[in-house]
T-cell receptor, first 111, second 113 residues
Framework: DAGVIQSPRHEVTEMGQEVTLRCKPI?????LFWYRQTMMRGLELLIY????????DSGMPEDRFSAKMPNASFSTLKIQPSEPRDSAVYFC?????????FGPGTRLTVT | GESVGLHLPTLSVQEGDNSIINCAYS??????FIWYKQESGKGPQFIID?????DKRQGQRVTVLLNKTVKHLSLQIAATQPGDSAVYFC????????????FGPGTRLSVLP
């Protein structure tokens, strides 16, 4: 298996633009997680899905952030409009039981 | 991936020595713990886990110790190698489904030649 796949790996955008991050979990995994990592806050859970259903989105910072999982093999995290403080590395992870497998991350820079 | 930052605790060890990385967790109800390793430019990678009904678990060159009385977790790495240089995170989970983890701030391990 190729592991968790994220795209793009790097994204640079201007403040106010819409940003969409994509994730393909490991085939057969039933849970998917979106994390954000910054120097100031470390690794934070934003939202997770179980069997494509959002279970806990309490970590989503505000209404500008939204996440979807239309099927078992694809999820998106959207930021609209983006702001400079959204600059971070965004990780997607998937799991079957408890161990989470992380993707390589998307480094987002909002200028 | 960015491995967090300027204010991370750092542990420097000589190659071949043993390393001990410590973690204080926050919730006495946490029942499952995982140690992750994050190398520069990569996502966190599972190392070893332990449930709250155990106080010690061993893997290959790694041992995790759990002290529930003081809410403390440690990761011991035997015969530390240059490839062990990374940021190490402990993560705690408080529900039985093992889904929602809270990650610690991380410790940067630097292996000296």
């Amino acid at each position: 298996d190729a592991g968790v796949i994220q795209s793009p790996r790097h994204e640079v955008t201007e403040m106010g633009q819409e940003v969409t991050l994509r994730c393909k979990p490991i085939s057969g995994h039933n849970s998917l997680f979106w994390y954000r990592q910054t120097m100031m806050r470390g690794l934070e859970l934003l939202i997770y899905f179980n069997n494509n259903v959002p279970i806990d989105d309490s970590g989503m910072p505000e209404d500008r952030f939204s996440a979807k999982m239309p099927n078992a093999s694809f999820s998106t995290l959207k930021i609209q409009p983006s702001e400079p403080r959204d600059s971070a590395v965004y990780f997607c992870a998937s799991s079957l039981v408890s161990e989470q497998y992380f993707g390589p991350g998307t480094r987002l820079t909002v200028t | 991936g960015e491995s967090v930052g300027l204010h991370l605790p750092t542990l420097s060890v000589q190659e071949g020595d043993n390393s001990i990385i410590n973690c204080a967790y926050s919730n006495s109800a946490s029942d499952y713990f995982i140690w992750y390793k994050q190398e520069s430019g990569k996502g966190p990678q599972f190392i070893i886990d332990i449930r709250s009904n155990m106080d010690k678990r061993q893997g290959q060159r790694v041992t995790v110790l759990l002290n529930k009385t003081v809410k403390h977790l440690s990761l011991q790495i035997a015969a530390t190698q240059p490839g062990d240089s990374a940021v190490y995170f402990c993560a705690e989970n408080i529900n039985n489904y093992g889904q929602n983890f809270v990650f610690g701030p991380g410790t940067r391990l630097s292996v000296l030649p």
